[in-house]
């Protein structure tokens, strides 16, 4: 646990679009993208801890275009607003890590998006985290690159280790934008390691690059990039905040209602916290990696009792 940082950078992105624009403006894109019924049955079906004052938020970053289920989550991130004790923090969880899967058994947890959607995820978090999960945010790729471009791009440390593999997944990424939108953005290698400015393709092949160190760096990149686009939200003004809006709604489904993702989005800026606590599951203390079998793949094999303790005690305290 250590405090500092993607497609996971999308709920950060949304708290704060939603205070920028027009109150009606801001309203009705967000209904376009509110899962009404969905909201409204898991509601009723609530049953895992809940501690007023504390919302968690589950992020789904989907590699690929298709929204609903068919593409693996590949950036998988739990956002904690606490307004008891006025902190953001941030949980990434390894997409290698092996649960149970209900109705498929034991996988990696990057697979349960692709086989159901966001449903079987949720019910993946409650059996194998014992975290009522009922309130989400999944993004594609093609928003995120969007809106990074849009706010400017973030500053990142660029791993001189890493330099050939982001260039080799630039050549990936750049193809997510559409025709027209190649015949106006040029693609840029990275020629130097270091901090430096990434705009949105050259931000999201440093986040995706898995095999120059291991899956932790990796989830703590995604982290990196999501803390930066939250610091240079904070300096921008509401025509930005509404072209994000425009970018991220149509590529985003959610439960979380309007006006509700509006007053998330005031209390995360009243807070404005820019020491975001972190946390990586599994731990590295508690937690072994291998193969178990020739279909499992190589994932990640966790001890329950030490790791949800100390994961619930970083979201909800003592």
Known sequence: MTKLKKITLVLITLLVVMIGGIFGYV?????SIYV???ATKKEEAVEGKVVDGITNILLVGVDGEMIDKGNRSDGTMVVTIDSINNEIKLTSIARDTLVNIPGYGNEKLTHAYAYEGIDLLKEVFKENFDLE????????FSSFMEIIDEIGGVVVEVPENGLDAINSMIDVCYQYYSEDDREN???IHLTKAGKQRLNGYQALAFSRIRYTDDAFHRDARHREVAEAAYEEFLTKGQEEYKKCADILLDNTKTNISPMEMMNLGFTALKIADKDIEQFQFPLEEHRTGGIVDKQTGWVLQWDKEPNLEAWHKFIYGE
């Open 27 to 31: 309203y009705s894109k967000l209904n």
């Open 36 to 38: 009404k019924d969905e």
């Open 133 to 140: 999960i009922d309130k989400y945010v999944a993004v594609n």
């Open 185 to 187: 953005i040029q693609k």
